[in-house]
């Protein structure tokens, strides 16, 4: 098989990754092949990946993305089997190489690095217990991170704020003016944030409001994607960027949720932190972690019964025997911003966002809910209010009650460090 001529041949994103097994083994091939289809079978239910052909270039479809969307792996060339034995070392032995590729008219960077985050984040089934270590992670990621981000993206996921095309569109105001005629307890915007600080959520009321015509046409839009998990999260989304917004007459709406990093880094300050609330604040960005922006929010839709279990957008890494590492995140969100979309929702309408007070150390989700069960609050998803919470903090969506849907618009504030994450590479869809 002529890897460069199978590269040569694509137009879309291609990646040839190194593979570094500890030692040969004639069956490296198998395993790795066997590796490859644990992942698809593993995620197939999250994402929906149909096997298109069955030989040793293998191809698969993601309705996610589309049916015209083909994903192929190609497993790297055997050694020559003269050569191996089932444990010769690899020094001295020439490196091997697998490629990932995925093509189709719509397919984007980004779905490309959600591909390879998938990938990257099924890294522990590459490895047996045989002592077989048949890719090393290391290089894997550094390979990921280096064609994410090439072309011209930027070397950090996410956007800073202040180089971001959307924040030009966005003034200090209309932020300013959200944060002050709001809201709960607060009564400006000063003591919004001391809130979002001490307690890790806030909401505030004077968002801008989705029109029915914007709300029908983000229907249509989301029409076309399917695809979800059905038990963990029951609603349709897809994710916009300004242009994609605009059609919805979105993108204010957008403009807003990628002006939030910008504001935030500029007002976010720990000095008026109240630390009795038992919730342990995010530090403020620094110049060295400043809160970054997403290219793309997220649009989602819940209908009738639809729900989204207890989850945190940002929990604790387990490997894949179940084990709490409690040293590493799952990705670089910082803050989760939503604004909702629904005109007169009521309670009885079901469809809270609930939020687990103090629930960001829990190293498993169920914990937040089983330990306290009543310290929550309920936000309810109405036309223009705005919630901000630490992604860490443990969230549902209650089941919706009645059968007008409802919306909402998602922006996760990233703020990459240097501190290990699993492997979020860009923020695209998890
Ligand atoms: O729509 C909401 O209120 C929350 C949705 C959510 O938790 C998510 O998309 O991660
Ligand atoms: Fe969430």
Redesign the pocket.
């Known amino acids: 098989f002529d890897i460069q001529a199978f590269l040569a041949s694509k137009k879309k994103h291609s990646i040839v990754l190194p593979l570094t097994p500890s030692r040969y083994c004639v069956e490296s091939n198998q395993r790795l092949l066997a590796a490859f289809d644990t992942m698809v079978e593993g995620i197939s239910s999250e994402c929906g990946f149909v096997p298109v052909t069955q030989s040793v270039v293998q191809e698969y479809t993601i309705p996610l993305l589309g049916d015209d969307c083909v994903l192929t792996f190609v497993p790297p060339a055997a050694p020559s089997l003269g050569d191996l034995d089932a444990t010769t070392t690899t020094a001295g032995a020439p490196p091997m190489e697998f490629v990932l590729s995925l093509e189709g008219a719509q397919t984007t960077e980004e779905d490309f690095g959600w591909i390879c985050q998938k990938f990257y984040e099924s890294r522990a089934t590459f490895d047996d217990d045989h002592g077989f270590q048949l890719l090393d992670l290391s290089s894997l990621r550094e390979e990921v991170f280096q064609h994410v981000n090439s072309n011209n993206q930027p070397s950090h996921p996410g956007n800073l704020a202040s180089d971001s095309k959307q924040s030009s569109h966005n003034n200090d105001n209309v932020m300013e003016q959200l944060f002050q005629t709001s809201l709960s307890s607060a009564s400006n915007s000063k003591e919004v944030l001391q809130e979002l600080q001490s307690k890790g959520f806030v909401q505030l009321h004077g968002g801008p409001k989705t029109s029915d015509q914007s709300n029908m046409n983000l229907s249509k839009y989301l029409l076309q994607k399917t695809g979800q998990g059905r038990k963990i ?1 029951r ?1 349709t ?1 897809a994710f916009l960027d300004r242009e994609q917004a605009k059609p919805c007459g979105l993108e204010g709406h957008c403009d807003l949720l990628m002006g939030m990093a910008d504001y935030l880094n500029r007002h976010l300050d720990l000095s008026f932190i109240d630390s009795s609330t038992g919730y342990a604040p995010i530090a403020p960005a620094t110049i060295l972690a400043p809160l970054t922006t997403p290219s793309k929010i ?1 649009a ?1 839709e ?1 209908g009738l019964g639809d729900f ?1 279990v207890a ?1 945190s ?1 940002n929990s604790w890494y387990k490997d894949n025997k179940g084990e709490d590492s409690l040293t590493t995140r799952r990705n670089y969100r910082c803050y ?1 911003a ?1 604004l ?1 979309c629904n005109d007169d929702w009521e309670e009885s309408d079901g ?1 809270a ?1 609930r939020i687990y007070h103090d629930s960001q150390h829990y190293s498993r989700v169920s914990e937040a809910v089983t330990t306290d069960p009543t310290k929550y609050t309920d ?1 309810i ?1 109405t036309n223009g209010r705005l ?1 901000i919470f630490d992604s860490k903090l443990v ?3 209650e089941p919706v009650l009645t059968d007008r849907r ?1 919306r ?1 618009l ?1 922006v996760w504030i990233l703020q990459p460090t240097d501190e290990p994450v699993l492997g979020e590479i860009v923020d695209v869809p998890l």
């Open positions: 999260r609603d989304v997220q989602a819940y989204y989850h957008d989760t939503i909702y469809g966002l936000v998803p919630v969230h549902s969506v409802r909402a998602t």
